[in-house]
Nanobody
Framework: QVQLVESGGGLVQAGGSLRLSCAASGRTRSSDTMAWFRQGPGKEREFVGGQNWRGGRTNYADSVKGRFTVSRDYAKNTLYLQMDSLRPEDTAVYYC??????????????????????WGQGTQVTVSS
């Protein structure tokens, strides 16, 4: 199994920035598909952005393109989400997820949270006006 631990959430003013981290441990594989999802109050869990660990290909939701950036650090076995120009509508619990199947992050399946087998506990991001 894979264990994921998110960190870096907090309270920030609109227009500000946060950097989330997802530290992975356990039976991790270089072929894993890694992604960030978020779930706001009264909303379904939605795809934010992700990356194929081995190939480095990335994909983002339209709502965050140009503002959020997914990156990785192989040495630390960590996935990052750099969030800039934050808006109140970005307020949500952010989750890191892993799919051992290694599907392309640009595939339709990668956008579906049901495709991911392992999840972190989540970290709260609150953006004030």
């Amino acid at each position: 199994q894979v264990q994921l631990v998110e960190s870096g959430g907090g309270l920030v003013q609109a227009g500000g920035s946060l950097r989330l981290s997802c530290a992975a441990s356990g039976r991790t594989r270089s072929s894993d598909t890694m992604a960030w999802f978020r779930q706001g109050p009264g909303k379904e869990r939605e795809f934010v952005g992700g990356q194929n660990w081995r190939g480095g290909r990335t994909n983002y939701a339209d709502s965050v393109k140009g503002r959020f950036t997914v990156s990785r650090d192989y040495a630390k076995n960590t996935l990052y989400l750099q969030m800039d120009s934050l808006r109140p509508e970005d307020t949500a619990v952010y989750y890191c997820a892993a799919d051992p199947s290694g599907q392309l992050i640009t595939s339709l399946q990668a956008l579906n949270p049901n495709e991911y087998d392992f999840w972190g506990q989540g970290t709260q991001v609150t953006v004030s006006s």
